[in-house]
């Protein structure tokens, strides 16, 4: 069974920038799609970015130019660099992925709380 721990959140002023991980263990390959998802209070949970096994990347409109995407595979583990943080950026990231698709297909981690202040 994969599981997925986020971490790296935190309070950063608007402007700054953080590094958030996301350790994936209990998969023997590299999982073909992953995925970075936030969920802000009282809004539905959206994708962020997404990577595959080949290192194709894609994101949100929102975090186009601001936000990247990468994977170590060696060391089973997804990075989100953010740069330029809003405040409408504040929300609870997650990770998670699958190999059939660029959906969640396992069990959610406790993500990690990522606030801008203005």
């Known amino acids: 069974q994969v599981h997925v721990a986020e971490s790296g959140g935190g309070l950063v002023q608007a402007g700054g920038s953080l590094r958030l991980s996301c350790a994936v263990s209990?998969?023997?390959?590299?999982?073909?799609?992953m995925v970075w998802y936030r969920q802000a209070p009282g809004k539905l949970r959206e994708m962020v970015a997404q990577?595959?096994?080949?290192?194709?990347?894609n994101y949100a409109d929102s975090v186009k130019g601001r936000f990247a995407i990468s994977q170590d595979i060696g060391k089973n583990s997804v990075y989100l660099e953010m740069s330029s943080l809003k405040p409408e950026d504040s929300a609870v990231y997650y990770c998670?992925?699958?190999?059939?698709?660029?959906?969640?297909?396992?069990?959610w981690g406790q993500g990690t709380q990522v606030t801008v202040s203005s």
């Open positions: 990577v595959t096994a080949g290192d194709s990347t």
């Open positions: 209990g998969s023997p390959f590299s999982i073909n799609f």
């Open positions: 998670n992925g699958c190999n059939r698709g660029p959906h969640p297909c396992f069990n």
